[in-house]
């Protein structure tokens, strides 16, 4: 019985050996290094895996080495403190809109920080100002501060992610008025290359406040929350919806490159041009008959709309109005994932009347479903700041050319070939030399110039200051000085 009893112990401490043998074996060095992490990690023997990884662009494709969840500063710690010790490529991702998913690290094999519940979002009216998680979409953003009276100057697609929109601009309502997003930063938390949070602020790490103000997006270390000047929301705004003749884009342009600058900065405005149609949203931010009034300069150069629409409404109203997407998603934001390429220009004089023809006979011709799009800058946007390195401040317009959904494979590559030929040859004639690298585009030649002109220096000093390894890499990162 006794000899019995004593071979059961030994056989039980024989199986406990084995087992923990058993964990050890399937404990890689990256489980076991992520192990105290408190949000959740997703593998991709996970089968949730594959969903998690689909991002807004179904054109560009990578598959991380797991996900991180992070739930606090303390997540983002371990992460980054685990890449280095593993010599893994890391990457955060906030709402993973990058047009070239980036946001995936734009290679296989990284560890993505994916910032989605790092979501707090806390206002102080008084100071008129507002922390905001850098996991926030911008629908989310735009439903909370306008419950509380505020707004701040941002994009118009509510699934976009703060973190990356306002590290690399991010320009829509009241732009003209308020400026880029990133104009409206005021401090910073971010943890960098050695796992240390900084503060950052226009006094203290000061050169990083300016780099991450237009520069930000993958480059620097992450950020992991920010905080925002706030604005009243006035009372009422004005949404404004013209139609006119696609026969009649000349004399529209004529009025736009002509107005567009002069135009009061409650004024936004975004023409829409494809092979069928001319259209304009704009949104003013105030009631009905100051709206009136003050897109009349414009409204009579222009040529007379086929439909035109005023629409008093709040401003969240307004952000539902052009978000293009059902009322009840803006505040509870999703992705619609579809394929699609865009180039990015910009100009600083209206665009001629051959190259308005240039670009009509292209969408015209071009073998997938292709817009333009015309954002009038001016105003606040164009205010020159040196603790930014937005260097875009002398734009008349911005332009956004885009094909989307393709049916076959074939018919992609054809037409991305179509845009990136296309796209070369019009900005070197028609447009000034710069692109919007929010729009971020691989196939971009001389990015470095045309994202950040002369700032790309010095982003290169402070990328080497803070980041000599170069851990925060992507295919268009702010390289280190060799
Ligand atoms: C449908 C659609 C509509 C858009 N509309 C507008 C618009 O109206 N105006 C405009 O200006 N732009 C617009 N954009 C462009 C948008 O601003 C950029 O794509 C932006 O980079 C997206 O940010 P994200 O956080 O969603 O993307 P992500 O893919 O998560 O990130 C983009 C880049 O920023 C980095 N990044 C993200 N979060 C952090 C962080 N916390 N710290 C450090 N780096 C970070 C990522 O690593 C990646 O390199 C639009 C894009 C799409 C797809
Ligand atoms: C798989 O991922 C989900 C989140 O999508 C998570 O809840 C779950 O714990 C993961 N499963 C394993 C075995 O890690
Ligand atoms: C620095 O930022 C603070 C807070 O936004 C602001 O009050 C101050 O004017 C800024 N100082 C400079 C020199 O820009
Ligand atoms: C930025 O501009 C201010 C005043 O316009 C000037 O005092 C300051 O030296 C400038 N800073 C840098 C870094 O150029």
Known sequence: MKLIKQLDIILLLIW?????????????PLTSCLASIKGQTVYPNNKTFPS????ENLYVNYTPSVLVYAVNNQDVQTSVNCAVKLKMGITARSGGHSYEKYGLGGRNNVMVVDLTNMNEITIDSTAKTAKIGAGNRLGVIYDKLSQAGFLIPAGTCPSVGIGGHSLGGGYGFAGRKYGLASDNVISMEMVDANGNI???NNQTNSDLFFALRGAGGGSFGIVTSFVFRLHETPPQ???MQFQFKRSQVQQLFSAFNQVGPTLDNNID??????KGSLSIDGLYLGPL???RNAVEPFLSKAPKPTSSKFTPESFFDSVKTFSYVAPSEVAKPKHHPYFFKAKSFLVTKGLTSEAINVLSDFLSTVSCDTYALFDLFGGAANIVDNTSSFVHRDTLYGIQLLGQD???KAQGDKCVKQLNDFGKEFQSKYTSYFSYQNYIDRDLDDWQTRYYGNNFNKLVDIKTKYDPNNLFNFPQSIPVKH
């Open 16 to 28: 406990c050996i084995l087992l923990i043998n058993l964990v050890n074996v399937n404990a890689s």
């Open 52 to 55: 998690l990884i689909i991002d």
């Open 198 to 200: 900084l503060q950052i």
């Open 237 to 239: 705004v004005t949404a």
């Open 269 to 274: 405005l975004s023409i829409a041009l494809d």
């Open 289 to 291: 008959n100051d709206a």
């Open 406 to 408: 393709w049916k076959t």
